[in-house]
C-alpha cells in the first residue's frame, strides 16, 4: 500500500511537468509559439534559411554551403530556394493553426551535384509533411503531428 502511494506520488509531479514543460498557456510548446492565422504576420515577409532537417524520424545532414529557404506572405503564397531550384505554392492556416498546402507547387528544373539533388528532394518531400508551423525568437519551426518530419529555419537578417 505504502508502496503505491510513494509511486503516485513520483508519478504525479512527472506527468505535470512534463506537461508544463511541453506547452505553456499562451500556445507555446517547446518549439515556441503556435503560428495560426491572427499572428502569420509575425513570419510573413521575412526569409527563412534552413538550419535543421528530419524525415521519417530521421536526421538528414545538410550539405555545408547549401542554401534552402522559406517565405510566405499575409496570404499564405510560399516561395524560396529548395537547395537547386526555386519553388512556389500555397498554404492555408486553420484557425487551430494547423497548415493545409496546396495541391500544386511550382519548382524550376535545373540540375545539380548528386548531394544537392538528394537534399532538395528531402526538404521538398518533408515540407508538404508538415502540419504546424511554430516560432521562437528567430527560429521558425514545422513539423508534422507526429513530429517524424521537421524544418528548422533560422531567419536570414538583411
Avoid at 526555386?86 to 484557425?95: E, F, P
Wanted: charged content about 25%; some cysteine; glycine content about 6%.
Amino acid at each position: 500500500m505504502r508502496q503505491s502511494i510513494y509511486l503516485t506520488l513520483i508519478i504525479i509531479p512527472l506527468v505535470v511537468f512534463a506537461c508544463a514543460a511541453n506547452k505553456g498557456g499562451d500556445g507555446t510548446t517547446i518549439d515556441g509559439r503556435l503560428v495560426t492565422p491572427q499572428n502569420l504576420r509575425a513570419i510573413a515577409g521575412l526569409e527563412w534559411n534552413l538550419t535543421r532537417m528530419t524525415k521519417d524520424r530521421t536526421a538528414i545532414a545538410l550539405v555545408n554551403d547549401s542554401q534552402t529557404t522559406f517565405a510566405c506572405d499575409p496570404d499564405g503564397r510560399v516561395t524560396g530556394k529548395a537547395t537547386l531550384n526555386r519553388y512556389s505554392g500555397h498554404l492555408t492556416l486553420q484557425a487551430d493553426g494547423k497548415i493545409v498546402w496546396s495541391k500544386a507547387f511550382i519548382m524550376t528544373h535545373m540540375a545539380g551535384p548528386p548531394e544537392l539533388m538528394r537534399q532538395e528532394t528531402d526538404f521538398s518531400q518533408t515540407l508538404v509533411k508538415t502540419s504546424r508551423m511554430h516560432l521562437k525568437d528567430s527560429i521558425l519551426v514545422l513539423t508534422s503531428e507526429d513530429r517524424s518530419y521537421r524544418l528548422e529555419f533560422e531567419r536570414i537578417k538583411k
